[in-house]
Structure formats: structure tokens, C-alpha cells
């Protein structure tokens, strides 16, 4: 059974910094793309970062670039999101998603992702 279980979300002041942890277990670890996405109330779920685990390439979407580093710890099965100088607009539910293939050009679409974690809260305020 495949399990995502991500940690680290809390409430922070703008230019504060959180560390978030996804958990993986059930799987191949190293074979495959895990993802963070970030979803606020009234939008869609937006794609934040992503690591093929087997390469360790990471994809960052442009808002949070230079922000948040995303990384793993292959010996743990656990993916990191680094976020520093977070701002108000990074207030979201972030999930951690994995899915059977190395990341592509298309790392940040949801819908290719076929394992998700149940979300962790993160709420900056300013």
C-alpha cells in the first residue's frame, strides 16, 4: 500500500521560513518523480516542485524559484521542501504527490501524479 505522509506545514510571519517532509513508503522509491503542490481556497491546485528520485533533477515553478528548494533524503524515502522568505500568497494546503515515471517537461500537471499525500497546512502571515 502506498503511503505519502507529509509534516512541517505551521503558521509563519512573512520572510519566516518552513520546512515541509513527505514520507514515502509502499513503493519504488527510486524510480519514480515526487511532486509538492499547493492548493488555496478558491484556486486550483498549483504544481510548486518536483524531484525524479532516481536522477535527483528538481523543477521549481518560477513563483517560488530562488524561495523553495526542494530535495530528498534517499536512505529515509523522504522529500523536503525548503521554503524561506515565504510571503502571505504561499498561504495554502500543500501535498505531496508521486507518480510511476521520472519527472518531465510536464512535472507540474496533477493529473499524471497517481499517489497523493493528505495535505499540510501552511498559513503566512503578514
Known amino acids: 500500500q502506498v503511503q505519502l505522509v507529509e509534516s512541517g506545514g505551521g503558521s509563519v510571519q512573512a520572510g519566516g521560513s518552513l520546512r515541509l517532509s513527505c514520507a514515502a513508503s509502499?513503493?519504488?522509491?527510486?524510480?519514480?518523480?515526487v511532486g509538492w503542490f499547493r492548493q488555496a481556497p478558491g484556486k486550483e491546485r498549483e504544481g510548486v516542485a518536483a524531484?525524479?528520485?532516481?536522477?535527483?533533477?528538481?523543477y521549481h515553478t518560477d513563483s517560488v524559484k530562488g524561495r523553495f528548494t526542494i530535495s530528498q533524503d534517499n536512505a529515509k524515502n523522504t522529500v523536503y521542501l525548503q521554503m524561506n522568505s515565504l510571503k502571505p500568497e504561499d498561504t495554502a494546503m500543500y501535498y505531496c504527490a508521486a507518480q510511476a515515471f521520472r519527472c518531465g517537461a510536464r512535472w507540474y500537471a496533477a493529473y499524471d501524479y497517481n499517489y497523493w499525500g493528505q495535505g499540510t497546512q501552511v498559513t503566512v502571515s503578514s
Open positions: 509502499g513503493y519504488t522509491y527510486n524510480s519514480n518523480c
Open positions: 524531484i525524479s528520485t532516481f536522477t535527483s533533477s528538481t
